[in-house]
């Protein structure tokens, strides 16, 4: 990721702005003798490089907003980052824990960013202008090409779906807030990654978040006479707890949140005013931490994968990996020998650039072949991005950094335009290549889902749930999507005459079977499902339920053709529980079974089309019906024996959509009754889904 220090002893202005002092006249004359406890300065040696930590170059009082010095071992770490972070996107399955690299990225912003304000703050030389006007010069240039690049090529290939949602990434991209949109996006029904072009961007927002506040935090402080080393570690601390606090409970939130990452931005922070002020604690027998650092980062990518819980603890061995390197100083072998050899600077050089093009490029190749694209062209990929990385350095991000005011203007107009080009695609004003009223209608069943619509949030018993008051009888449905799916059905029953039904009461979780004791889980959420599985039975047996409607994805739970099914799960088992379950609650009060609807390609809207993306696209002819699967009926029969035997009445969708065995893939209207290659949607729930009204019925 983007920072400062590069190829250059030290940066001038023309004029002396002192900011955050009022005066310019002999600022580190004057800042010495405010500030008397200070024995030397940390900008008083005008030595060259010559230590690991000489990280701020020579100045004058008449020069401001020093940098530091260039430390070619520092373009290696970032080297090392990006080839990770690239190779795991490219090849998951070769390099699952790669993804790692991108915490080096906010260690080494961390420190190199620190440095600067550092430094600057104490020379009395900081201003926040030039500060702002020199991050714009180095992140707006490359970054407004590749959002302009992804915006023209999503009109060519993207549907008018995915290029609204495409819009909406551009604006947040521009803005430097993805992090807190993909926050916002990512559930249960969110699409695959590969489908965002600017997924990436989750990284550069956190960036550029820590830039804006990082430098108006350490202003007041500074102005406070406060210690810049005891903020930096109070921020720290804060930080890495928040971490742990969240990861377990919404690591997605763990994930994209600025206040449970800025902990890594933190040590680089915590480097830097050691750099600055204890540097001979540093310096000291430099070849083993540059050793041990880079084990760490080793260990951290070989043991970490997508379903680890990260960040997390896993998050220390990248982050303190890369410390340990960076305090090792330029003159430790690995550093001087490895991490600033000719090849690894090279791509540290372009490794902004090459972060931000190589996942444009996958992504769109992965978009237009609808699955990740063999190998051999992924290779392809990863040069095409180093050979658009080095032009865009070459040509674009060097001239732009040695630009001044005009430039930083030029770069910020340019970037409000596509801001508006963004908002406007996601406003539909602007509209894809492939756009026309058929592909819409398919696209159309993609978002019709409501649920919670028409529910609201209470509690029972002390369970958060979502309910709806009717008759005096509460029905309580436990389950998955699968029972999320039929609240349209629910809602318009009650919107129609509330006194013929009795009141109803949701406890669900995606991705989460309904059954306590199961070794079923979701993989990404394990700690969300266990806490779901004791509130369910919690709740199934508390008096003021009548009764309980269970239903979930059994297809995908307990087929091996599912998509939830687990090798390490024994299915005779979990169907033990499951009826162990049904009994346990049938002794006391009514159960009602809902099996599985029928589920597979044939039913996913995606999958409607044919054609290329790159040329034309359209509708394909597709059959009214699609046989039942045969592993699906024969699950269907055996939970239906177990759930009569154990006391629950029975809810079978298949045998009320399904005639003879062959399911519905479009509602009478023509259009798909399925919202993808499971769940149905709720225009066809609401019309078709009367099979449930049974359950409410008094």
């Excluded at 810049?228 to 409970?249: D, E």
């Excluded at 009569?644 to 009478?668: N, Q, S, Y």
Aim: proline residues 5%; positive net charge.
């Amino acid at each position: 990721m983007p920072s400062e220090g590069r190829g250059r002893t030290f940066e001038s202005s023309r004029a002396c702005q002192a900011l955050v002092r009022n005066s310019c006249i002999a600022p580190a004359i004057r800042a010495a003798s405010q500030r008397a406890a200070s024995a030397v300065h940390p900008l008083a040696n005008t030595t060259t490089l010559t230590t690991p930590f000489h990280a701020i170059a020579a100045t004058t009082p008449a020069q401001q907003l020093a940098h530091p010095a260039y430390r070619p071992d520092i373009d290696g770490l970032r080297a090392l980052g990006v080839l990770l972070v690239v190779a795991f996107h490219a090849f998951p399955r070769t390099l699952p824990g790669g993804f790692a690299g991108v915490d080096i990225f906010f260690v080494v912003s961390g420190y190199l960013i620190s440095t600067i304000i550092f430094g600057n703050l104490e020379r009395d030389t900081f201003s926040f202008a030039e500060f702002y006007s020199r991050r714009i010069r180095r992140i707006f240039p490359a970054l407004a090409l590749v959002l302009a690049t992804g915006w023209i090529l999503g009109w060519v290939v993207l549907l008018v779906d995915e290029y609204k949602q495409l819009g909406l990434h551009i604006v947040s991209g521009a803005g430097f807030v993805s992090n807190f949109v993909l926050w916002h996006e990512a559930g249960y029904f969110d699409g695959d990654a590969y489908t965002k072009p600017f997924l990436h961007l989750w990284s550069l927002g956190i960036e550029e978040q820590f830039y804006i506040v990082w430098p108006l935090l350490l202003a007041v402080v500074w102005r406070q006479r406060h210690n810049f080393l005891g903020i930096t570690i109070l921020v720290a601390v804060g930080s890495f707890a928040a971490n742990i606090l969240i990861v377990r409970v919404d690591p997605v939130a763990a994930f994209y949140s600025p206040w449970s990452r800025f902990w890594e931005l933190m040590a680089g922070g915590i480097l830097a005013y050691l750099g600055l002020h204890r540097s001979k604690y540093l310096v000291a027998r430099s070849n083993w931490p540059s050793a041990v650092g880079l084990v760490l980062i080793v260990l951290g990518v070989a043991l970490l994968n997508k379903k680890a819980t990260f960040p997390g603890w896993w998050a220390l061995l990248p982050t303190m990996g890369t410390f340990l390197v960076i305090a090792a100083g330029p003159n430790a072998w690995l550093n001087r020998k490895f991490l600033s050899s000719r090849g690894m600077v090279w791509i540290g050089l372009i490794s902004y650039p090459l972060y931000l093009w190589h996942w444009l490029l996958l992504s769109l190749a992965w978009i237009v072949k609808g699955r990740m694209p063999p190998s051999g062209t992924r290779m392809l990929l990863v040069v095409l991005s180093f050979v658009l990385s080095y032009l865009t350095y070459r040509f674009i991000e060097k001239q732009a950094r040695a630009g001044g005011r005009v430039t930083t203007i030029v770069l910020v107009a340019i970037m409000v335009i596509l801001m508006l080009a963004g908002f406007a695609t996601y406003s539909e004003l602007l509209r894809p290549r492939h756009d026309n009223r058929a592909i819409e209608l398919i696209l159309e069943a993609l978002d019709d889902w409501e649920y919670p619509a028409g529910l609201n949030k209470t509690s029972l018993a002390g369970v958060p749930v979502k309910a709806r008051e009717a008759g005096e009888k509460k029905v309580l449905f436990v389950g998955d999507s699968h029972i999320e799916q039929y609240s349209p059905r629910v809602v318009r029953l009650l919107d129609g005459d509330s006194r013929k039904y009795s009141s109803v009461v949701f406890l669900t979780s995606p991705g989460c079977a309904p059954v306590p004791g199961s070794a079923q889980v979701n993989s990404y959420h394990v700690e969300r499902c266990q806490d779901f599985r004791e509130r369910v039975g919690k709740l199934v047996l508390n008096p003021e339920i009548s009764s309980v409607v269970i239903g979930a994805a059994w297809n995908l739970y307990l087929l091996k053709s599912g998509a939830n099914y687990s090798e390490d799960i024994d299915i005779d088992k979990e169907i033990g529980k499951l009826e162990n379950l049904i009994k346990s609650i049938s002794t006391r009060k009514r159960v009602y079974f809902i099996l599985d609807n029928a589920s597979g390609g044939q039913f996913e809207p995606r999958n409607f089309f044919e054609g290329s993306r790159l040329t034309d696209l359209k509708v394909k002819p597709l059959p009214e019906r699609v046989p039942l699967a045969s592993d699906q009926e024969q699950l269907r029969i055996r939970l239906s024996k177990i759930a009569t035997e154990a006391g629950a009445i029975l809810i079978d969708p298949v045998a009320h959509l399904c005639p003879k065995l062959d399911c519905r893939a479009f509602a009478a209207d023509g259009k798909p009754a399925y919202r993808d290659f499971n769940h149905f949607r709720a225009s066809y729930v609401r019309e078709s889904a009367n099979f449930i009204d049974v359950a409410l019925e008094k």
